[in-house]
């Protein structure tokens, strides 16, 4: 995405929730300055394939994991969003890329990371004490800000973590997208947020906006930029992405 167009959704997002864009960018600058002494990765560093799969951590994850696994997903580049890379872990899958606010669980993306994954680590307001926690002790990093980018720390749009993964891949250069557990509801699992209950529970209002926002996200994609962008999650409709079932996706691979 443009880096303009992109500050007229954050400057709506910020008066949305009442984020604060200072604390956003001293994030932003902590990161930057621990990317620096760890060798923090540039964009052509990553793994990205013309195919490639995001994982969000909706209620359809698990069922659309072990549907893929019929699938030669070595021709894909796998994109996990933040918890979801707990449910590929648990069918010993292992992601290409983790794009994550470190608000997932951690020994999860620890593991993850210790076995091959790439961590694309994003930076806002509220993580700046797991961002000074954990980055130290992580390998294979890209930054990412919502604000101005930096020197190690870079801006291709996007919110939540999934649809970051979206905006990564077409950073990347991908071709063709599949969205899996990206159901855009209002039911969130234990892998989104790690600290409920059950195994699924409602979307407090926080959640809800900001799944509303991604959505919106993906929709403005599907239409602007240059990426076929399919989706096996059965949850809400997303406009301009056409929903397939997992058996079809083969005769989409570019």
């Given at each position: ?11 709506e997002i ?9 604390m ?15 060798n ?9 394939k013309?195919?490639?799969i ?13 549907e ?33 606010d ?27 004490d ?35 993964c ?16 990206m ?72």
């Amino acid at each position: 995405m443009n880096l303009n167009l992109w500050f007229s959704w954050y400057k709506e997002i910020l008066n949305t929730f009442g984020f604060d864009r200072d604390m956003d960018e001293t994030s932003a600058q902590i990161l930057s300055k621990l990317l620096e002494d760890k060798n923090g990765l540039s964009p052509m560093d990553l793994p990205i394939k013309k195919n490639v799969i995001v994982f969000g951590a909706g209620p359809s994850l698990k069922r659309n994991i072990n549907e893929l696994k019929n699938l030669d997903l070595g021709k894909f580049t796998l994109i996990s969003a933040d918890g979801a890379t707990t449910a590929l872990l648990e069918e010993s899958i292992v992601p290409d890329i983790v794009v994550t606010d470190l608000d997932g669980k951690i020994d999860d993306i620890i593991h993850a990371n210790d076995e091959g994954s790439f961590l694309v680590v994003h930076a806002h307001g509220n993580n700046i004490d797991k961002i000074e926690k954990y980055v130290p002790l992580l390998k294979n990093i890209l930054g990412t800000t919502q604000s101005i980018p930096l020197k190690n720390v870079y801006d291709f749009g996007g919110f939540t973590d999934g649809d970051r993964c979206l905006f990564l891949a077409v950073e990347g250069g991908a071709d063709f997208l599949v969205l899996a557990g990206m159901d855009f509801g209002k039911i969130v699992t234990k892998y989104s947020r790690p600290d409920i209950p059950d195994s699924e529970g409602k979307a407090d209002k926080m959640k809800e906006m900001k799944l509303e926002y991604a959505k919106k996200l993906v929709e403005w994609a599907a239409k602007n930029e240059n990426i076929q962008i399919v989706n096996i999650s059965q949850g809400e409709k997303v406009e301009g992405v056409e929903d397939v079932d997992v058996s079809d996706l083969e005769d989409f691979i570019v």
